[in-house]
């Protein structure tokens, strides 16, 4: 593993919380994930998990320590920076889908594209339509998301994650609203993303199996790394 491209570091990354009294969410994590791994971050509820996955993400900057993403530091850029790197580099996918259920699969899939205007309408509309040719919905592209089932809907929400080609995919909690069924369709896609496709996905997960499943599990307790372990 060492000798492959490290896509993700931490050095010394700690969090505090104020309310209702100061404690340290995060304390003192370092390491390192590494392009095309498939890494899952486990612990109970409270162990800090779901706080380090916003630190990584660049959405909350208020922590200590250092952040690097494809060898840039990006602890200390400014806000338009970070969601530059955000729209280019990190694809998000999250227990509750947050499509927009009036809109077409089709649309919620380009909309990310679209937003980042590096490309033509019609380059995204086929961009779109190639990821969901990877997670078998493109007969779905016209519908409402309103009108999908549940695992439905969430495999809109990984091509809509997929859409700009971002270095890494975070989840928090992907299966967490699946049946087994769904789940195993969504381990399933996400090993052909990071094995077949190059790209990273980090994941919090209270699914042991899911987690198993993985290359690579990362276990939290009180903020702290307790284990690592590979999976395969």
Known sequence: MNNREIILHTNSVGKYFYDPIKFKAIDDIS??????????????????????LYCLSTMDTAYEGELYIKGEKVTGKKPNELANIRNCTIGFIFQFHYLLPE?????????????????????????????MKLLDIEDQAL?????????????????????????????????????????????EIFNRICHELGQTIIAVTHDLDFAKASDRTIELADGKIISTYENN
């Open 31 to 52: 390491f390192d994930v590494y392009k095309g791994e498939f890494l899952t971050l486990v612990g109970k509820s409270g162990s800090g998990k779901s706080t380090l």
């Open 103 to 131: 809109f077409s699969c089709l649309m919620n899939i380009m909309l990310p594209a679209l937003k980042l205007n590096k490309y033509t309408y019609e380059e995204v509309e086929q961009r779109a339509y190639e990821k």
């Open 143 to 187: 519908k409402p998301a309103s009108k999908l089932s549940g695992g439905q809907q969430q495999r809109v929400a990984i091509a809509r994650a997929l859409i700009n080609d971002p270095a890494i995919i975070m989840c928090d909690e992907p299966t967490g609203n699946l049946d087994s069924k769904n789940t195993q369709i969504v381990f």
